[in-house]
């Protein structure tokens, strides 16, 4: 467990990142802001926790990402390509699809760019394929990105794997995996944490991103979802 994450951090300089499990994240910064990402619904595994957030992201309209009543409160909900500012919080989204074939199986999908406190966060919902030269080229740089790990619905481990080098953040989270709380039929973690050397594990426990504190190449940081 690494304490330079798990410690806890003054929330006016560090954001706090606590994964709910599959794709949907709570992220909370020193201004009162609450963003959670693509809240899954009944029929994923997980326990569907209670919570309230101001704004909600929603990467594309499948049950297990766009379960949007579960979060209490008046959140606003982004779920379209564009640029939306929003209380200082600036989010990006960026038409992607769901699959390798243009969106034909499985539909649109929106990546998203979230500034926050200083920090850059990349969401990429259930992307199915690799990003163009453009894509990469906006997207490049971040300071963590969600990625989806698991295959089947998404990219598998070495698409994945492709994309976080590609993309170079300085922190990449793995995330959309089979584990304890998901019983989906893809991958777990392991073949796509097997391809990378920078590998820590921080357990069930909020993380805490400070702009100060960045490793240097990417980080692959897991965590455990909270239920």
């Known amino acids: 467990m690494s304490p330079r994450f798990t410690q806890e951090k003054d929330l006016s300089e560090a954001v706090r990142v606590s994964w709910l499990g599959h794709a949907m994240f709570l992220l909370e910064d020193g201004s009162g802001h609450r ?11 997980y326990s569907l926790p209670r919570l309230k957030a101001d704004i909600v992201l929603v990467s594309h309209d499948h049950f297990d990402h766009a379960n949007v009543g579960l979060v209490e409160g ?23 699809f769901h ?17 926050m406190q200083g920090l850059t966060f990349i969401h990429l919902g259930d992307l199915g394929h690799l990003l163009g030269k453009d894509l990469v080229s ?63 594990r921080v357990g069930k426990r909020p993380v805490y991103i400070d702009p100060r504190e960045l490793p240097e190449p990417t980080l692959i940081l897991v965590l455990d979802f909270i239920d």
């Not at 998404?154 to 989270?173: F, G, N, W």
């Not at 959309?176 to 590998?199: D, K, M, Q, W, Y």
């Open 138 to 200: 906006e997207l490049k740089g971040a300071d963590v990105l969600f990625v989806p790990v698991g295959g089947t619905f998404t990219v598998d481990d070495r698409q994945a794997a492709e994309l976080v080098k590609a993309l170079a953040p300085r922190i990449a989270v793995p995330m959309h995996f089979r584990n304890a709380g998901c019983n989906f039929p893809i991958l777990t973690e392991e073949p796509f944490l097997a391809r990378f050397s920078a590998v820590e």
């Open 74 to 96: 008046e959140p606003r909900v982004v779920r379209e390509a564009g640029k939306t500012e929003i209380d200082g919080v600036v989010i990006e989204g960026f038409s992607t």
């Open 99 to 115: 699959d390798a074939s243009g969106g034909k199986e499985r539909g649109p999908n929106t990546v998203f760019r979230i500034r």
């Open 35 to 45: 963003l959670v990402t693509d809240p899954y619904g009944e029929g994923v595994g």
